[in-house]
């Protein structure tokens, strides 16, 4: 007969009142000593960490990265070395602005975080499914994902908020233009594309720089939902896009993207007519066509939620040998700002946790925190140099310099000239089908429908404008749906 197993107190003393209060006779007053009742309820109270204050709700999955295509003229990666190498992976989905409870199927962003376990450490391509993003600016950041969460006096969603916003500031029109198609309503995550959406770099084993965007095509064909499917899906199943991606890798139907790039040399940026570090444009693929990489399937999904997705830590910062950041501007700002919200949410230590752990040795000169529990590096110097420890910083992986344009400081960016707008009317005149766009401008009435207040009449006179500048038929119709007279 199988041994049982002893339930034990967290120290590991085995323990029999697991269901009953020590008390002063059977019906006395519980006893202060009753030290795993405290133990019980004060971590019961402790197992919820911060919720992320975007992206709180998501799913994950375990799978593999194949290598399909030679890309080494453009990167030292040792990920990409040869065509057929592997890689672990870690892939994330999640909706963007509502907190944990809300539904998968809201109109919004969905999050697409990749983590690669390489063996010269952990690359984090932390995207979205678009390819573009709201603000070009991470100081905007705070201010864009307030009108996003919950009105600080009724405690509500405010479309009044959202569309104040988005109509003073008109970069954000393109992803507005796809949140508002049915891109904005994607059929489950295993249907839809994922993007690193910001300019990075690659270096060759020549350390020549070129600039580059990921992609990820999915291989099960991109389908969204309409507004209404998507209504109906919010109170019949809100955890539709989690379900979806469980039950279809238990039962072996293992979803795969295609990864491939675009790329960019330091003479074309310079001669592209927008500025090619702008997360609010694209760059076009007749001009620059996509390069096949390889091939990512998800195949296994974690034992434990909580473990493997809940404490998951992604960040642009985590880079390998090979590749690089860019002079995109919210590139920069979520370089400091992911490491900062996982030190906050999960402790200073959160690389220490199994899902966040590179495969490759880790040595540093770190110590002490919460939430250590590599035995603190021991005995070994927490100093750098040191007499006492082989630790070195090999100069093989020393980066090039990256050439700036200027060596004058600026302030702040507003380029009178900056085209907020060609590319949004491109999207919705020649990238949308008839179907889609009627769809899209159902989607806007209905949003906008929603701005109250003293302040309406400008808020959407001033959107309207927008849409008048990157589409007129679309401004027309929008206004014809809002029952509003669009003043020129």
């Not at 020649?430 to 179907?435: C, E, L």
Request: charged share 25%; with cysteine.
């Amino acid at each position: 007969m199988e041994k049982k197993k002893k339930l034990t107190t967290a120290s590991g003393r085995p323990y029999f009142e697991n269901e009953d209060s020590m008390t002063a006779g059977p019906r006395g007053p519980v006893l202060l000593q009753d030290y795993y009742l405290h133990e019980k309820l004060a971590h019961f109270n402790r197992e919820r960490i911060p919720e992320r204050v975007v992206h709180a709700k998501g799913t994950g999955a375990f799978g593999k990265f194949t290598v399909t295509n030679d890309i080494t003229r453009f990167t030292k990666a040792k990920l990409f070395s040869k065509v057929g190498d592997t890689c672990k992976v870690l892939v994330r989905f999640s909706t963007v602005g509502g907190e944990k409870g809300s539904a998968d199927t809201e109109r919004d962003p969905r999050g697409f975080a990749v983590k690669f376990y390489t063996e010269d450490g952990n690359w984090d391509l932390v995207g979205n499914n678009t390819p573009v993003f709201f603000i070009k600016d991470a100081k905007k950041f705070p201010d864009f994902i307030h009108t996003q969460k919950r009105d600080p006096k009724t405690n509500l969603k405010s479309p009044t908020m959202m569309w104040d916003y988005w109509s003073l500031n008109p970069e954000s029109l393109h992803q507005v233009m796809i949140l508002f198609s049915d891109r904005g309503t994607p059929d489950g995550y295993r249907k839809m594309n994922g993007y690193g959406s910001h300019t990075y770099s690659m270096i060759n084993v020549k350390n020549e720089r070129i600039w580059v965007k990921f992609h990820f095509k999915t291989l099960q064909g991109n389908k969204t939902l309409t507004g209404a499917e998507a209504e109906v899906l919010k109170g019949k199943d809100p955890d539709y896009a989690q379900r979806d991606l469980v039950e279809a890798i238990a039962k072996g139907d293992f979803p795969k993207w295609a990864l491939k790039i675009q790329v960019m040399t330091d003479e074309q940026a310079k001669k592209f007519k927008l500025n090619p570090f702008d997360i609010t444009k694209v760059w076009p693929h007749g001009e620059y066509p996509l390069i096949d990489v390889g091939i990512m399937e998800l195949n296994e999904i974690p034992a434990n939620y909580f473990a493997s997705v809940e404490q998951a830590a992604f960040a642009p910062a985590n880079i390998v040998d090979g590749i690089s950041f860019s002079p995109d501007k919210m590139l920069q700002g979520r370089i400091l700002a992911y490491p900062d919200a996982h030190r906050y949410r999960l402790g200073a230590n959160y690389e220490q946790i199994p899902v966040n752990r590179p495969i490759s040795e880790v040595h540093h000169h770190q110590r002490d925190g919460m939430m250590n529990v590599d035995g603190n590096k021991e005995d070994s110097p927490n100093y750098y140099p040191n007499s006492f420890d082989d630790i070195e910083a090999d100069e093989s992986y020393r980066e090039p310099p990256l050439k700036l344009d200027s060596d004058m400081a600026y302030a702040y960016d507003r380029n009178e000239n900056d085209d907020f707008y060609t590319q949004p009317g491109a999207l919705f005149r020649k990238v949308m089908t008839d179907q889609e766009r009627t769809n899209t401008i159902y989607n806007i009435v209905g949003a906008m429908s929603g701005i109250t207040g003293e302040k309406r009449a400008e808020i959407i006179q001033r959107q309207l404008s927008h849409f008048y500048k990157a589409d007129p038929d679309l401004a027309f119709k929008v206004a014809e749906g809002l029952q509003v007279t669009l003043k020129q």
